[in-house]
């Protein structure tokens, strides 16, 4: 695998890997149990160029390509899952749409600062009742003179609470369905706009989700992202690179629970002997070890495609479909590899068992992949 990989590639998986695991790793049980937002470890990858990685050096980002970017996302991971969403959705979905669909002036105000770590940014699509279906979202935006009016809930917002900037989108004509659609940044002072309580969720307890709702949230025209009713492309555009995000953060998160089953195998015995021993459980090794390999190659060719400017829509939801079941797969055998001490908070692997579980659901769910890549395969646009 690292063959293909360039020097550079290999360079910030290196440097990443050495920060997740010196860094990030001692205080991610802690977070996991106290829900503290990584705000202080946010502020050091700011400083290694993680939050604006595949933005170019003139926005003051790092440049790097898609392959490094989930290299180091991966890492990332392999340490704390609820940072590494964070890192997704801000570089995959925020940094991205705005280098991609925004104006010069909102790169240079909102890209630049995004880039250099100042705030983080969310992306609320989601909403009460429009979850797999967000062409059925309520929230409006109107205009009136210079401005839009924004009106709606929206539910399951990655950092929220305590994103500087979020891409928010509202209907801005309801009778033309998903052309109707546009998207906003909307800043965390805007008055308008409010966060609701944390979500008491099972895992990625130390990144917040919460509903945002707006209240006669007034937004400058100027601070639309792309035109009217380019909000539902911006959107699906950038999950695409995000659904690639999930798929590194699944492939870190099961790295991390295969590496620690090795070292309990190697230490624990039963019957006199390591339980690495017999070969029930190196069988059970060696399929761990292939899965999360033939997930990496799925998250690596995505990514390359990518970078190639070719179109990537179905491959992404392939590496997300696998790489999030797989994960799941994964957690569970580590834990059955642990026996009792796998349930137990002594070790690790029942926390990124909790942690994988969304995997499998947020940037759509395993179902929702499935018709994505299906509706590519017969390109008829079959609807679910
Ligand atoms: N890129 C660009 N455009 C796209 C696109 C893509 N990947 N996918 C669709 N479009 C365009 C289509 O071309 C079409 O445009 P035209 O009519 O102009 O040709 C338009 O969008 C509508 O396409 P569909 O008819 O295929 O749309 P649909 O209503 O049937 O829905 C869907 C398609 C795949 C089911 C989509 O609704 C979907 O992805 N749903 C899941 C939503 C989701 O992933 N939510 C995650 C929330 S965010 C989150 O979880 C982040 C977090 O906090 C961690």
């Known amino acids: 695998m690292s063959s293909k990989l360039t020097d550079e590639q290999l360079m910030i ?30 502020q050091q990858m700011a400083e290694l160029g993680l939050l604006g990685m595949m933005v170019p050096p003139e926005y003051d980002g790092a440049g790097s390509d898609t392959v490094g970017y989930v290299l180091a996302l991966s890492e990332i991971a392999y340490s704390c ?20 669909f925004g ?43 210079d401005h839009y009016i924004i ?14 900037l979020v891409i928010v989108t509202a209907k801005t004509d309801p009778e033309l369905k998903h052309k109707g659609i546009s998207a906003f940044l909307v800043s965390k002072d805007n008055p308008g706009m409010k966060a609701g309580a944390l979500e008491d969720k099972m895992g990625l307890r130390a990144s917040d989700t919460v509903d945002l709702i707006f209240d006669d949230c007034r937004v400058p025209a100027g601070d639309r992202l792309g035109s009217e009713g380019d909000g539902f492309k911006i959107a699906m555009t950038g999950l695409d690179g995000g659904r690639i995000g999930i798929a590194a953060q699944s492939v870190g998160v099961a790295q991390a629970a295969l590496d620690a089953s090795v070292t309990y195998a190697q230490e624990r015995e039963q019957f006199n002997r390591k339980i690495s021993k017999f070969q029930g459980l190196r069988w059970m090794f060696a399929d761990m070890a292939t899965e999360i390999e033939a997930a990496r190659q799925l998250m690596l060719s995505a990514a390359a495609m990518k970078d190639n400017g ?6 992404a939801s392939m590496a997300k479909l696998f790489a999030s079941e797989m994960v799941n797969r994964i957690t569970a055998k580590a834990i059955q590899i642990h026996g009792g001490y796998g349930f137990t908070k002594e070790y690790p692997v029942e926390r990124f068992y909790r942690d994988a579980r969304v995997f499998t659901i ?23």
């Open 13 to 42: 998986q290196s440097m990443v890997r050495e920060f997740s695991r010196e860094v990030l790793s001692q205080t991610a049980a802690e977070r996991d149990r106290t829900k503290e937002f990584p705000a202080e470890n946010l």
């Open 103 to 145: 104006s010069e002036h909102q790169k240079q105000t909102y890209l630049k600062e995004l880039a250099a770590g100042k705030y983080i940014g969310a992306f609320a699509l989601t909403e009460p009742q429009a979850g797999s279906d967000p062409v059925s979202q309520y929230t409006t935006a109107v205009q009136d003179g």
């Open 81 to 100: 899952a609820s940072t590494a969403v964070v890192m997704s959705v801000h570089n995959s979905i925020v940094c991205e749409s705005i280098l991609k």
């Open 151 to 164: 009106n709606g809930t929206k539910r399951f917002i990655t950092t929220g609470k305590n994103a500087g």
């Open 310 to 315: 070719q179109k990537h829509t179905m491959q």
């Open 362 to 384: 947020y940037e759509g769910t395993s179902e929702i992949q499935r018709v994505v890549i299906s509706n590519n395969i017969f390109n008829d646009k079959r609807k679910p």
